[in-house]
């Protein structure tokens, strides 16, 4: 996982210098920065990427405050003062001096914030792991890291020149980073993570004039980023270690996420005991502010407000922050992070001590039954198309979100290998130019590049999935909503209040946009055909499909040689992960056919049919009671997140 935040001159003092590089903990006044950082038990920050000799800097150097403060508190170089100094003492004057310090002009944002942290099943083995597993997984996240940059700098990184920023080029000498690596989180759980602290300061290739890194282009492309580093540090520890991976579903009808099989969850649940005692509190807090009174009144009112809700959430927060712990070295923190966990977990010792053990047997079982992990670009084009174009509420995407799905695609299939490099520009190439439609009209320069072009697919949505939703009417407190939209609306039970109900919804766009990636894989495997031979796909289906769409019946072994009831068709479990959840392990859910598929396109497309027909009785109705205004169901679109101040550390994901 990659988080961004961008940090502004003057922020480097408040909030960097104060709090983030001495392990997320507050920095003692009067303080030098390395032995505030001794104190919390975190390395010092280091010097890397290509960037560096163009100022002067040497690869793994100590990063020292006065370089920090240079550098990302004004922008400037981050020796500017030995720089100053040596030009007045040759006689320059002042401003001639000052001038050799610049990195061009003065900017507001002078750098960005990336902070990297491997997936939770990875930090548990980091943390409760030996020796050998611990560097390991750090070996693999350092692996990461330094492929995420390297992309960043080849196919992100711009500067912007000229008027209104009308030129663009890439950095002639790469970027420059501080590298900040913590232990833990602020409450004291296993959190392996780093702050990067990448400079926005860039050398023209033709004149060697310094300017400023885009800043809009590296959030945009922040997702893609981070699904980047979530592959390649799942595989590489995989490999490393003889591990594979398996998507689990956190959030029931959000997409899953790739975890190590054979970990169990209770460990997770274990990491996250503060986000528990915050929730607590919370609630304690809302009853008391629903509940205050003044001489008989309410004093604040009867509801709560999101706005009065994200306040009692951050006094929650206060409320129940632990005491700060005495600094201990990682070792010490390695063997306490052990002993709570024997102690949380009712297996005990027995777990911790087998883990690793664990997670091997999972993989073995994964890999027998998926010997390859074979990947067909065009089979993989199709899918991320569909699932791009299904949850933007609009149908239109950019490279950098076919990019970021072709890199959670090949996560999904590779189940903890290594992939050839490029690959995901591969399937990404191979979608626009099979199943997008470029409908760019660009009002601007940047609008004709090749990232900035605007595309959907070629499909009809109707081909996919029914978006349509009948007219809402409006409600009534006395009647229930029906569970099916054509029927009439029921009365409400006499022991049931207005409002305690469900009101009926439609699946989340991720089980929609699944649903469509299987329909357009099945119809690609039955039309296409490569060299006279149809696509050899059974590999790659049965590690790419999502577990949570189809689960195959179990075998009855009294009964294992009969021939399979004709007139008995198989149903989509759409709740199947979470008995996986439970045996841990997803080995039993990667037996599927193209019978199956056929069939999941068949229950697709009759549940679409359905649809119309209930929205024609409802535009029948509309016809003799007036018009109403049709209610689009519109997804979420699928952009990049929001920048924000490390929102997936601060709720510890």
């Not at 030995?82 to 750098?111: H, M, N, S």
């Not at 920023?165 to 959190?191: C, D, E, N, Q, W």
């Not at 199947?576 to 990667?590: G, I, M, N, P």
């Amino acid at each position: 996982m990659m988080d961004i935040a961008l940090i502004t001159a003057g922020q480097m003092y408040r909030y960097f210098l104060r709090q983030v590089l001495v392990g997320d903990g507050r920095r003692p006044g009067r303080t030098p920065l390395k032995t505030a950082q001794h104190d919390a038990g975190v390395p010092v920050g280091r010097w890397m990427r290509r960037g560096l000799p163009a100022l002067g800097l040497v690869l793994g150097a100590e990063v020292t405050e006065a370089q920090l403060r240079s550098l990302f508190g004004e922008g400037r170089h981050p020796d500017a003062d030995r720089l100053v100094a040596e030009r007045l003492a040759a006689g320059k004057k002042p401003a001639a001096a000052r001038r050799t310090g610049a990195l061009g002009g003065k900017v507001k944002v002078t750098g960005a914030d990336l902070v990297f942290r491997p997936q939770p099943t990875l930090q548990l083995l980091w943390a409760l792991g030996d020796e050998e597993t611990r560097k390991a997984i750090e070996a693999a996240h350092e692996r990461a890291i330094a492929i995420v940059l390297a992309w960043i700098e080849d196919d992100v990184a711009v500067i912007r020149y000229g008027a209104q920023g009308i030129h663009r080029t890439r950095p002639a000498h790469g970027l420059v980073v501080a590298r900040f690596r913590h232990y833990k989180a602020r409450s004291g759980m296993p959190l392996l993570h780093d702050h990067l602290l990448l400079s926005l300061k860039g050398q023209r290739p033709k004149d060697g004039v310094w300017g400023a890194v885009h800043s809009t282009a590296l959030l945009e492309s922040a997702v893609a980023a981070s699904a980047l580093h979530n592959e390649v540090v799942m595989a590489e520890a995989c490999e490393a270690l003889g591990l594979a991976s398996e998507p689990r579903t956190v959030t029931p009808g959000r997409r899953p996420v790739m975890e190590v099989a054979g970990v169990p969850h209770e460990l997770i649940r274990w990491t996250s005991r503060r986000s528990a005692q915050i929730a607590a509190c919370l609630t304690d807090l809302e009853h008391e502010y629903v509940t205050a009174t003044d001489d008989g009144n309410l004093k604040f009112g009867p509801e709560v407000s999101e706005r009065t809700r994200a306040k009692l959430n951050r006094i929650a927060a206060l409320k129940t922050r632990p005491a700060k712990l005495r600094p201990r070295s990682l070792t010490q923190l390695r063997e306490d992070w052990r002993d709570s966990a024997r102690t949380f977990l009712a297996a005990g010792a027995d777990l911790i001590d087998s883990l690793l053990e664990l997670a091997r047997a999972a993989a073995r079982a994964i890999r027998a039954r998926v010997a390859a992990a074979a990947v067909d670009v065009g089979l993989a084009a199709g899918a991320i198309t569909a699932t791009v174009f299904v949850m933007n509420e609009d149908g239109c995407f950019h490279r950098r979100h076919l990019l970021a799905e072709a890199r959670r695609h090949l996560a999904l299939v590779q189940r903890g290998r290594r992939r050839d490099p490029g690959l995901d520009d591969q399937i990404v190439a191979a979608a626009i130019s099979t199943h997008c439609l470029d409908i760019t009209e660009p009002k601007t320069v940047r609008g004709l590049e090749a990232d900035y072009r605007l595309y959907t697919a070629r499909w009809s949505l109707s081909d996919l999935t029914d978006r349509r939703r009948p007219p809402t009417p409006a409600p009534d407190p006395d009647r229930q909503p029906p569970a099916d939209p054509g029927e009439p609306a029921a009365p409400r039970p006499p022991d049931q209040k207005a409002g305690e109900w469900e009101i009926p919804r439609l699946a989340p766009q991720y089980e929609r946009a699944a649903l469509a990636g299987a329909v357009v894989r099945e119809k690609l495997r039955t039309t296409t055909t490569v060299r006279g031979r149809a696509y050899d796909v059974v590999a790659h289906q049965q590690a790419a499909m999502p577990e949570q769409l189809l689960a195959p019946a179990a075998a009855d072994p009294e009964h294992d040689d009969q021939e399979p009831d004709a007139g008995r068709r198989e149903t989509i479990d759409l709740t199947a992960l979470r008995a996986l959840r439970e045996s841990r392990t997803d080995v039993e859910a990667l037996d599927l056919t193209a019978e199956r598929l056929c069939h999941l396109q068949n229950a697709f497309s009759k549940a679409a049919d359905d649809s119309r027909i209930r929205a024609d009785r409802y535009a029948e109705q509309d016809d003799a009671d007036g018009a109403q205004p049709v209610r689009q169901d519109d997804q979420r679109a699928h952009r990049p997140q929001e920048p924000g101040p490390h929102r997936g550390r601060e709720a510890g994901h």
